[in-house]
């Protein structure tokens, strides 16, 4: 098993523009999350989701939107970049023992 | 609402010193209760974890012990090495496998 992977592993982009995330768990897992982590902080979960076809937001949703058309894949899309989004993004997903597995994470800078 | 409190790093100590990252929860219910260790430039792997109070979780000379009366989850190790060097956190979960985490504990130790 691969576990979780995520892509890009590093990107910068400028105030406006829009990417995507990709997130991929070859697990089965029915519950994913995308994570952010600030420096000096600890993560923050920004959307969740407890299968295909079914997402919610976390704690801080505000300017991303997510996805779930299949269980492997949970993409976290973002539409128009602002500075505050500059962070590191970790996607998780959850085994049936409650164990999270995450991904290396995702190294955006917004300038 | 739920939260974690953790002690304030950086700490640092010397190799086969005794470790504490003191850990402190607000939860209502019954949380399980999570470490996870963070090394550089890696995502987020579990050390160890408890479900129900007076567990303990124990992982590679750490442990931890789930203390409702108190509701702590501080974490110790009898002698620490600098492949210990790395962040850790503390985490809760208390529905649908959402984590809540602390700000994270930075450990670094010398030779």
């Known amino acids: 098993n691969a576990g979780v992977t995520q892509t890009p592993k590093f990107r910068i982009l400028k105030i406006g523009q829009s990417m995507t995330l990709q997130c991929t768990q070859d697990?089965?897992?029915?519950?994913m999350y995308w994570y952010r982590q600030d420096p000096g902080m600890g993560l923050k979960l920004i959307y969740y989701?407890?299968?295909?076809?079914?997402?919610d937001k976390g704690e801080v949703p505000n300017g991303y939107n997510v996805s779930r058309s299949t269980t492997e894949d949970f993409p976290l899309r973002l539409e128009l970049a602002a500075p505050s989004q500059t962070s590191v993004y970790f996607c998780?997903?959850?085994?049936?023992?409650?164990?999270?597995?995450f991904g290396p994470g995702t190294r955006l800078t917004v300038l | 609402g739920n939260s974690v409190t953790q002690m304030e790093g950086p700490v640092t100590l010397s190799e086969e010193a005794f470790l504490t990252i003191n850990c402190t929860y607000t939860?209502?219910?019954?949380?399980?209760l999570f470490w996870y260790v963070q090394y550089p430039g890696e995502g987020l792997q579990l050390l160890l974890k408890?479900?129900?109070?007076?567990d303990k979780g124990s992982n590679k000379g750490f442990e931890a012990t789930y203390r409702k009366e108190t509701t702590s989850f501080h974490l110790e190790k009898g002698s620490v090495q600098v492949s210990d060097s790395a962040v850790y956190f503390c985490?809760?979960?208390?529905?649908?496998?959402?984590?809540?985490f602390g700000q994270g504990t930075e450990l670094s130790v010398k030779p």
């Open positions: 697990m089965n897992h029915n519950y």
């Open positions: 998780a997903s959850i085994d049936r023992y409650g164990e999270q597995f």
């Open positions: 939860a209502t219910g019954y949380p399980s």
């Open positions: 408890a479900t129900k109070a007076d």
């Open positions: 989701s407890v299968g295909a076809g079914i997402t």
């Open positions: 985490a809760l979960s208390n529905q649908g496998g959402k984590l809540i």
